[in-house]
Nanobody
Framework: VQLQASGGGLVQAGGSMRLSCAAS????????MGWFRQAPGKEREFVAR????????GYADSVEGRFTASRDNAKNTAYLQMHSLKPEDTALYYC?????????????????WGQGTQVTVSS
């Protein structure tokens, strides 16, 4: 199983960015997907989740209304669209796959992890 996150970079505060997570080596529709992030000196935290079908999503309070999780099962790819970015959104962003159709915010539910993509928001 391989999860390849991409799309990170440097953006000014208020800007937008879309992260992608390309999955291989698994039956993508068997897995809920999640996004987590880790800032320097902080613990990894939940950002967003999406069910296997894309019907159900959930977000951390800190990103609710600004971030949108989606997926294209035909392309084995999950996305995280981020708007109104803030400097406090700066972190290494990870995508993860849970071995269930639905998953929550607990990182322990996710069996497979990508390598992370850096998002830096300048003020």
């Amino acid at each position: 199983v391989q999860l390849q996150a991409s799309g990170g970079g440097l953006v000014q505060a208020g800007g937008s960015m879309r992260l992608s997570c390309a999955a291989s080596g698994l039956t993508f529709t068997n897995y809920a997907m999640g996004w987590f992030r880790q800032a320097p000196g902080k613990e990894r935290e939940f950002v967003a989740r999406i069910s296997w079908s894309g019907t159900w999503t959930g977000y951390a309070d800190s990103v609710e209304g600004r971030f949108t999780a989606s997926r294209d099962n035909a392309k084995n790819t999950a996305y995280l669209q981020m708007h109104s970015l803030k400097p406090e959104d700066t972190a290494l962003y990870y995508c993860a796959a849970a071995t269930t159709y639905h998953a929550g915010s607990d990182h322990a539910q996710y069996a497979y992890w990508g390598q992370g993509t850096q998002v830096t928001v300048s003020s």
